[in-house]
């Protein structure tokens, strides 16, 4: 009898773990990840060491939208991962005027964001950048402290695996949709 318990035993122990495989791994794979936040460049929005779930699938389903957090991979080097939160939209131009953060439309429009999240204004040289079909401006709401798409230019939607959906640890500061901010399209 012992014998028969033992075998039970792993038989049911080896379907826990082909129906936990089952389930997880497509999650894991399509829906949600773990990602560990490493760096100053979005403090005081998020710390380092911060632990989050990210978002996979809504960009499958509808566009990044300005005041997202992304997590996506770094253009220069595609194995590295990097936080930051949407500026600029496709065929927008982002323009960086004596600290003032200001989009364009396609259709000419204009407006200065408000950027409360933001630490340090540091936003860099006066300049614009416009932006073409699939491509997004990105920065750090640690503005002196980022590299971001002033430096490296424009993030290709493609380079993007998704947004900040859940803050995990520490547990003080844990929420959905941290960081998030709301603007006019």
Known sequence: ????????FFTELLKFVVVAAVIVLPVRLFVAQPFIV????MDPTFKNGQ?????????????????????????RNPSEF????????????VTIQDGTV?????????????????????NGRDSSYPLGADEYFVMGDN?????????WGVLPRENMIGRALVRLLPVGDAGVFPGSATYSQ
């Open 51 to 75: 632990y989050l779930i990210v978002d996979e699938l809504t960009y499958r389903l509808e566009d990044p939208k300005r005041g997202d957090v992304v997590i996506f991979r770094y253009p």
């Open 82 to 93: 990097f936080i930051k939160r949407i500026i600029g939209l496709p065929g927008e131009t």
């Open 1 to 8: 009898m012992p014998q028969e318990n033992s075998d039970s």
């Open 143 to 151: 503005r002196p402290e980022s590299s971001d798409s002033r430096i």
């Open 102 to 122: 200001s989009v364009m439309g396609a259709d000419g429009s204009a407006v200065a964001l408000n950027e409360p999240y933001v630490k340090n204004i540091g």
């Open 38 to 41: 490493s760096g100053e460049s």
